[in-house]
């Protein structure tokens, strides 16, 4: 997820929120709403690490990080991507544009992956959606996870009380 570095450049206004003291219990707030944070995954890779958060409003879950200065959401897809990293998704084409490896770090929150994980990814871009990618996850072990990345707005982070963000 959080190897979108490159995403949409920098913004001049507001720095962006950081995710890296964000606990379970926590909240992220977006056009008003809040999402409470579920667990943090750290992943790694030779670029860095970086925190992913999982976040749930009612029956919603979803995932968000900060990529190249800009936080963006990730939700579950249930979408077949072709051996040759193409899919098609709301009537467009999306293909393979970058690959990588990644573990896991750390782990906070009740998930089902553990510190020292291990998983490959692609991005699937499409020339007619600038706003929007396909991340593909597999993990060691053979689990898939499909997702579409977009930016997201946030507005504040609420740290459980008594504890700073």
Not at 6 to 16: D, H, I, Q, T, V
Not at 22 to 28: F, M, S, Y
Not at 78 to 104: K, N, P
Request: charged share 20%; hydrophobic share 40%; net charge negative.
């Amino acid at each position: 997820m959080g190897w979108l570095n490159r995403l949409l450049g920098s913004r001049a206004s507001a720095p962006p929120p950081s995710f890296d003291t964000l606990e379970p219990g926590d909240e992220v707030w977006s056009a008003g709403q809040p999402w409470q944070v579920t667990a943090v995954l750290t992943y790694k890779n030779a670029e860095g690490t970086w925190p992913v958060v999982r976040i749930q409003q009612a029956l919603t879950t979803a995932w968000t990080s900060v990529e190249d200065d800009q936080p963006v959401r990730y939700d579950h897809l249930e979408l077949h991507v072709e051996a040759d990293g193409r899919a098609v998704w709301q009537g467009r084409t999306y293909s393979r544009q970058e690959v990588g490896t990644a573990s896991i770090e750390r782990v906070v929150g009740d998930v089902d992956a553990k510190a020292g994980d291990t998983l490959s990814y692609q991005v699937l871009r499409s020339p007619d959606d600038a706003l929007a990618w396909i991340s593909v996850e597999i993990w060691a072990g053979g689990f898939v996870e499909v997702s579409v990345g977009r930016p997201w707005p946030v507005d504040t982070l609420v740290a459980r009380r008594g504890r700073p963000t």
